[in-house]
């Protein structure tokens, strides 16, 4: 598993570990937002060359929380942020070893490393929301993907790190809607993140976007969301869904995770009246 290191702007960096994109902003704070996976917090702890001061976790889904118990344990200093609601279900022994299973199994799948993560160690040191400010980063809660998805802006850059709000981006160029808590909440995030016209676009997986790219992108995205809503909403059973969805990176994750996650694009879909 190779790491790469791009400078995307004067303070904020991108470590690129496999599938996962981390971004460390230098500041009077240094600020990390991202934990991943362990498999790929392991690796970006061997590049990272500063420690941070804050860690900021987008949202509550395995593959961006299970990587605080690592970077924790190397920087015990490092105060880790979320929504309160990610907060809440870091205290649910249920929750705790759903998350370790599914990260070992993607970590498994996708990078070969089968070491089981201690997700116990998982702690929240302060809850954000809707215009929180974290060094200089602003939070902006974007819900949909789930209910505690949190993207953090750098006014003075122009730099809007967004983590799944606009989908997954496939190698193929594909982007996968991930509309999994509430489609409408989806929507009004994508057209919130449309109207900011960011110069630097930081998606949670694969790819980075810098200039022109990023309207490119979001506009794509919103018309994939748009398409993907109206075939959900026409009769298509659970079974085509998920055939559609677990192809390429997402072939990777954990099956029966996926399994639900199918039935859950398709419940919000037939869920919401919106007429797009």
Known sequence: MDVEVLQLTDSVWLYKVGIVNYYLYKGDKVVLYEA???CTASKLLEELDVAPDYLIVPHSHFDHVCGVS?????YPEVKVVAHEKVKELASKEKVLKAW???DLQLCKNYYGVEEEVDTSKIRIYLTVKEKDKVSD???????????????????KENVLLV?????????SGKILPMFFYN?????ESMKRIEGIKPYVLGLAHNKCLVGDDCDAFIENAISETITTYKTLKSDIDDEEVFKQIYVEEIAKYPEMTMRATAKLLKKRALDSELML
Not at 139 to 150: K, L, Q, Y
Not at 163 to 170: A, E, K, N, T, V
């Open 100 to 102: 370790a299973n599914d």
């Open 70 to 74: 690592l970077i924790a344990e190397m």
């Open 163 to 171: 983590s799944d709000s606009l989908g997954f981006p496939l190698s």
């Open 137 to 155: 980063i602003e939070i902006m809660e974007t819900p949909g993907h789930s209910p505690d998805c949190i993207s953090a802006y750098f006014r």
């Open 36 to 38: 991943g996976l362990s």
């Open 183 to 187: 489609f409408d909440e989806y929507y």
